[in-house]
Nanobody
Framework: QVQLVESGGGLVQPGGSLRLSCAVS????????MGWYRQAPGKQREWVAT???????NYLDSVKGRFTISRDNAKSTVYLQMNSLKPEDTAVYYC??????????????WGQGTQVTVSS
């Protein structure tokens, strides 16, 4: 059973940066497409970014140029570097395995997520 543990969130001022991490256990990490999702208060969870097993990436339009997804297969960890943060980036961030065509999350057991709050 795949387990997902997110960390690295916090309170940051607009324009600031954070780096999120997601440790994955219970399966062969290197073969998975991995992704980040977020859920803002009162809104549905949305897909943010995807990285394939070979390192190809894709992003939500609103985060392109500001967020960078990466992975370390040796550590079974996926990262999300977030720069130039905006108040609208405030959300709980989660990692999961996105479907390669639809980006729908494939792992039913979500981690606890990590809170990102962008505020002055």
């Amino acid at each position: 059973q795949v387990q997902l543990v997110e960390s690295g969130g916090g309170l940051v001022q607009p324009g600031g940066s954070l780096r999120l991490s997601c440790a994955v256990s219970g399966s062969i990490f290197s073969i998975y497409v991995m992704g980040w999702y977020r859920q803002a208060p009162g809104k549905q969870r949305e897909w943010v970014a995807t990285i394939t097993s070979r390192g190809s990436t894709n992003y939500l339009d609103s985060v392109k140029g500001r967020f960078t997804i990466s992975r370390d297969n040796a550590k079974s960890t996926v990262y999300l570097q977030m720069n130039s943060l905006k108040p609208e980036d405030t959300a709980v961030y989660y990692c999961n395995v996105p479907h390669p065509l639809t980006s729908r999350p494939q792992i039913a057991n979500w981690g606890q997520g990590t809170q990102v709050t962008v505020s002055s």
